[in-house]
């Protein structure tokens, strides 16, 4: 008997809506969610399934996708390799499997139209028995200033400001068209919509909001480190961008989104100094919000009819008259921007020691290994000149001592464990060595 074809729910964004945080979570879970019969995908993207719409457009469109993604062999090799890989994982899915999740926040900006919509249901549907679509929307002045932060990160490098623009020249935040493109290939039923914004999620939360709305019982701890991903800059780090962005267009090389130099520098940015991003002046808010009313009435009055309105309004004093005209752009504050690339050195280079000193703990365990104490100890010293308190490396230091009968030294590890970090695995090892009665005693 033919096994029943599992049903699909396809999250196409919108970006800035918590969508990494949801990949990050559903990537890390995979081994979790097979054992509830769920299957998220490997071959589109270990989280982020963006080879799920770039297979499906011309690659002239793929320019702000990075490099990195089509593995040293090209775009398009890369993708006809994804378009095999993907056949094959979805005809070899386990016959429990009960529900795919695709998500690629891509769908949304390079499925345009319903034409290529189309492709994207074509593709699926032999293996689906149903499609849905999930989408969250965020108000369109916050969805624009959290994208602004995204834009850096591709080498947009402009001063923060509102498009002034309206959904005649910004089609992606004409959530009414949007919705009804997806609506007329896939069906108004098969439309999965959340508003993104914290009081109407569940815990006020992406991922848990995702979780429950795809009906997948997965227990995600509240401090899980993914939770928090693609998370924006602080003011001062947005400053520091924009001075690197011109300085480096300024350069015979230019600058470019496939620029490894600039991926690096923002990744490092963006571990070292994350914030909650620009914000815009509320005057200049509530005029861009002005354009897309009728949008959003429209989007309303289809799919949340019992709403007084789509998104929360704006708080009273972005409306407030008195505020007078928004002013322009912000120009860069370069004494931010100073102590932002002083933050960020800092930050580097106690990860470029953290990396040194592990290294050195590793050369000094497999030294211990072959019998070799006296380079092993000149290791674990090695990593103490690189980071003074490094637990492992304290600890065989210690543990030596303790075999030379050097309870002075041993102790003297054993304070600075205690003042560093007095809960870590190190400490208490050592604590049981001390306290355990000496041979013979």
Aim: with cysteine; aromatic share 6%.
């Amino acid at each position: 008997m033919t096994a029943a074809k599992p049903e699909f729910i396809v999250h196409i964004g919108q970006s800035k809506t918590g969508t990494s945080s949801i990949q990050r979570v559903l990537g890390g879970q995979r081994k979790a969610l097979e054992q509830l019969g769920i299957c998220y995908p490997l071959s589109p993207g270990w989280a982020n399934h963006g080879m799920l719409p770039a297979s499906l457009v011309p690659l002239s469109r793929l320019g702000h996708f990075n490099p990195a993604l089509w593995d040293g062999i090209g775009a398009e090799a890369r993708l006809a390799q994804f378009r095999r890989e993907f056949a094959a994982e979805m005809a070899a899915l386990p016959a429990g499997t009960r529900l795919v999740i695709l998500s690629a926040e891509q769908c949304g900006g390079l499925l345009g139209n319903q034409a290529e919509i189309a492709r994207l249901r074509d593709l699926l549907a032999p293996h689906a028995s149903r499609i849905r679509i999930a989408i969250y929307l965020r108000r369109q002045d916050q969805h624009a200033a959290s994208g602004y932060t995204q834009g850096l990160r591709v080498a947009g490098i402009r001063p923060p400001e509102l498009p002034k623009l309206g959904p005649d020249r910004l089609p992606q935040y004409d959530y009414a068209k949007l919705l009804d493109d997806w609506a007329a290939v896939f069906g108004a039923d098969a439309m999965m919509i959340r508003i993104f914004e914290r009081a109407e999620m569940v815990h006020g939360d992406a991922v848990d909001d995702f979780l429950d709305l795809c009906g997948v019982p997965l227990a995600v701890p509240a401090d899980h480190p993914d939770r928090q991903s693609n998370l924006s800059l602080t003011p001062a780090a947005i400053d520091l961008a924009r001075s690197m962005g011109e300085r480096m267009k300024a350069r015979p090389e230019g600058l470019s989104a496939a620029s490894l130099p600039w991926r690096r520098f923002m990744a490092a940015l963006s571990d070292a100094l994350p914030g909650r991003g620009w914000k815009p002046h509320p005057a200049e808010a509530a005029a861009f919000l002005a354009r897309y009313a009728e949008v959003n009435e429209a989007v309303r009055r289809r799919w949340f009819p019992d709403r007084p309105s789509l998104f929360a309004p704006l708080e009273p004093a972005a409306v407030d008259p008195s505020q007078g005209p928004p002013p322009g752009p912000p120009p860069i504050d370069r004494g931010a921007a100073l102590e932002a690339a002083m933050d960020l050195l800092e930050d580097q280079l106690g990860r470029a020691a953290q990396r040194e000193a592990d290294q050195h703990v590793l050369a000094g365990r497999l030294h211990e290994r072959l019998g070799e104490q006296g380079p092993a100890r000149n290791a674990f010293r090695a990593a103490l000149r690189a980071v003074p308190d490094h637990p492992l490396a304290q600890q065989h230091l210690a543990e030596a001592a303790l075999r030379e009968g050097n309870r002075t030294a041993a102790e003297a590890h054993l304070a600075v464990l205690r003042r560093a970090h007095p809960a870590h695995a190190a400490t208490q090892r050592i604590e049981r060595l001390m306290a355990a009665p000496k041979p013979g005693g």
